[in-house]
């Protein structure tokens, strides 16, 4: 018989990385300056302080690639990570980094309701979006990928979405619910899994990559794999990787680096 999983260790990425204090400091610094050298346009899509949406503006009226930051839905900021912008502007490809009200002030479904509004806010841009994201950040992307975009809004094309790229996401909420992770989601069983795309109708069309730090718990192995396999299975193209070398909070520092693999496979999905 399997031992029983550990999700309290499962999940404490920051007890699982002890050097995650500097790194996130490390996002706050070079994320400053990044800013001083290219300084973001603002979009208010809400009425909140966090209702906004940074914009890096790249050569011309292509496809826009999103990045919506983790936090497990109850830390961090959009400033911490203008930085990640860096890779894919360097192609000429503009960026766009919201922001969203945390837990326990919003509940996990509103964070979703806002990243809609969001995405609503970017299609006046008139271009193809491809939502990426980070731990809760690749649970909001999936969550947008697999959104009626008519039945959230009628004016909405129901391809506003043309594919996801979540990194070291979070797509069945079920096990976070015994964690202390939870002390600030207030997720039950229902809300759990009513709030994880897993269980969503997998979309029709478009395409899903999870991607997983090579360093990271199996949990979150598994997470990816999940998803990858259910809505593969459903008939979406769906591909799961690993970052080579990469822990938690590692694994988004390719997005800076205007020659990595991950920079290259966003423009790829956004060449589409």
């Not at 031992?3 to 990425?13: F, G, K, S, T, W």
């Not at 990385?17 to 996130?24: G, K, N, Q, R, W």
Request: hydrophobic share 45%; net charge negative.
């Amino acid at each position: 018989m399997n031992a029983p999983v550990d999700y309290e260790v499962e999940y404490n990425n920051r007890a699982r990385v002890p050097e995650s204090p500097a790194l996130i400091a490390g996002w706050a610094r070079d994320a400053a300056l990044y800013r001083e050298r290219h300084a973001p346009r603002s979009i208010a899509y809400g009425r909140g302080a966090r209702n906004i949406i940074d914009f890096f503006p790249g050569n011309g009226q292509g496809p826009v690639v999103v990045f919506i930051h983790g936090g497990y839905w109850q830390a961090l900021e959009i400033s911490f990570f203008s930085h990640l912008a860096g890779g894919l502007n360097a192609h000429g490809l503009s960026v766009a980094i919201p922001g969203y009200d945390l837990c326990p002030g919003v509940t996990v479904d509103d964070i979703i309701r806002q990243m809609r509004m969001a995405t609503r806010a970017l299609s006046r841009l008139d271009r193809p979006l491809v939502i990426s994201g980070h731990s809760a950040g690749g649970h909001l992307a999936a969550c947008l990928l697999a959104t009626d975009w008519p039945g959230f809004d009628a004016s909405l094309p129901a391809d506003l979405v043309v594919a996801a790229y979540a990194i070291s996401g979070l797509f069945d909420l079920a096990p976070l619910v015994e964690t202390s992770i939870n002390n600030a989601l207030h997720l039950d069983k229902a809300t759990a899994r009513a709030a994880s795309p897993l269980f969503w109708n997998a979309p029709a069309r478009k395409s899903l990559d999870a991607v997983v730090g090579e360093q990271e718990s199996a949990e979150y192995f598994r997470q990816s794999r999940c998803i990858v396999d259910r809505w593969g299975e459903a008939g979406l193209a769906t591909r799961f990787g690993t970052i080579p070398g990469a822990n938690h909070f590692t694994a988004i520092a390719p997005l800076a680096d205007p020659d990595s693999a991950m920079v290259a496979r966003l423009m790829e999905l956004a060449s589409r």
